[in-house]
């Protein structure tokens, strides 16, 4: 059963294309005000203007921000506070794999910086709004990716012996233990948080990487699923009431799933917690 999203607001970032734009749509055809964050202005208008004429709800905007730094997410927080008085959905969506080791505006490992640290600074920036909201529900976008990686506190930005793969699936651990520590945090409060795994998607993730990537995602489309199809779970936590006051899961294909058994260590998440807070100081 799905529930009325008829006066809710909802922030959905990494939302101009793939999964996030398909999950704008879906909640904006629900009747909810949706706002998406993405870095380019100009895709961020157009993609409002088109999901508008789509859904017939003139009640979608935008924040045009760039996350993977301190100073991006800040401003998409204080842009929305400043817009709205409450938040029922947080969407934490944006993300990207980088082949080679890069680094952000803020000299932080961009996988680490975008996948893990702006679902962390964002969402501890609106926490106020959505607990003052009442049963609000944050989401966080997860992957299998994470599956078999363990943290190395004493290297987290893969300083030596960079690896595209081991970097991504450390990010997406990073997901799971912040998703399981801040439901720890919220306890006491009527805000969810949840991890999905939208699973294999064919969308334009990872073609930031050059050629040679955009030909291995093409070669994967056979097998992938519509980004239609990896949005569902996404719009399920959002309004289904079956999953209402669940908190601190992880789903795949509207399932809650065990996770990788590193992703419960308290210990670890504890400490990723204290080290990402230290960052975006």
Known sequence: MLASMQGKTVLITGATAGIGREAARQLAASGAKVVIVSRNAQKCA???????????NVAVSFIAADLSTRNGVQQAAYEFKKRHTHLDILINNAGAYFLSRQLSADGIEMNFALNHLAYFHLTTLLLDTLKSTGAARIINVASGAHRGQKLDFD?????????????????KLCNLLFNNELARRLVETSVT?????????????????????????????????????GAESIFYLAVSHEVKGQTGKYFKNKIAVPSDPASYDAESAARLWDLSLEMIL
């Not at 290297?155 to 990010?171: L, V």
């Not at 699973?199 to 994967?220: I, P, Q, R, W, Y």
């Open 46 to 56: 157009t993609v409002a203007e088109q999901i508008k004429a789509q859904t017939n």
């Open 155 to 171: 290297d987290i930005q893969m300083e030596k012996n960079y690896n595209h793969f081991i970097a991504y699936g450390r990010s």
């Open 193 to 229: 948080v949840n991890a999905v795994d939208p699973g294999l998607v064919a969308t334009e993730f990872a073609k930031n990487n050059g050629l040679l990537a955009k030909l291995g995602m093409n070669l994967l489309k056979p097998i992938s699923r519509t980004p239609k199809e």
